[in-house]
């Protein structure tokens, strides 16, 4: 079966670091995109960046750039979103995703099933 | 990239039509037939309802469709039902391997 596996929810303090990650199964990881999406409670999606596990050509969206980390290890196909302080306002649902090439119709065709991110006191 | 513009909120009746819009730029939206769209229920999954402007994929219903405008796309859903009543989610490819999300747009049915 082809699906994107995510790690379990975490409760964080503000300043604490994270790292969590999705698993790609059924399917070459090294050949396509992996992009996270955050979802803040109430809120809409927002494309955050992408890697392509093949090279590790990573993409970030402006508003994300520096605030977070994204890699992957192709060799357990297992692509990471990572914090290095938290804040408050990261409390969100995270969501890997496959979104097909430019060529292929650029649409995501897979998502994982959330991580949600808690951050208080 | 600027997040694309979509309203808050529309709201129907059942057995009515609906249409809800998804404005970028000419960098995105505008220059690419890349936007799709996505349903989502709460506390669940995006679920893919349109691609590639107006395609549907196999299993959604034909009372959904797409179409774009110069920088701006929309969505269509007639003959709405209570099962419609969803979040829904516009995304366009941006070029150069990246993507952006509009706002989001609440249906109220």
């Known amino acids: 079966e082809v699906q994107l596996v995510q790690s379990g929810a975490e409760v964080k303090k503000p300043g604490e670091s994270l790292k969590i990650s999705c698993k790609g199964s059924?399917?070459?990881?090294?050949?396509?995109?992996i992009g996270w999406v955050r979802q803040m409670p109430g809120k809409g999606l927002e494309w955050m960046g992408n890697i392509y596990p093949g090279d590790s050509d990573t993409r970030y969206s402006p508003p994300f750039r520096g605030q977070v980390t994204i890699s992957a290890d192709r060799s357990i196909s297992t692509a990471y979103l990572q914090w290095n302080s938290l804040k408050a306002s990261d409390t969100a649902t995270y969501y890997c995703?496959?979104?097909?090439?430019?060529?292929?119709?650029?649409?995501?065709?897979?998502w994982g099933q959330g991580t949600l991110v808690t951050v208080s006191s | 990239q600027s997040a694309l513009t979509q309203p808050a909120s529309v709201s129907g009746s059942p057995g009515q039509s609906i249409t809800i819009s998804c404005t970028g730029t000419?960098?995105?939206?505008?220059?690419?037939?890349?936007v799709s769209w996505y349903q989502q229920h709460p506390g669940k999954v995006p679920k893919l309802m349109i691609y590639e402007g107006s395609k549907r994929p196999s299993g959604v219903s034909n009372r959904f469709s797409g179409s774009k405008s110069g920088n701006t796309a929309s969505l269509t859903i007639s003959g709405l039902q209570a099962e419609d009543e969803a979040d829904y989610h516009c995304?366009?490819?941006?070029?150069?391997?990246?993507?952006?999300f509009g706002g989001g747009t609440k249906l109220t049915v």
């Open positions: 995703a496959r979104p097909l090439a430019e060529v292929s119709g650029a649409y995501i065709d897979l």
């Open positions: 059924g399917y070459s990881f090294t050949n396509y995109w």
């Open positions: 995304c366009s490819y941006a070029g150069r391997s990246s993507w952006v």
């Open positions: 000419s960098s995105d939206v505008g220059n690419y037939n890349l």
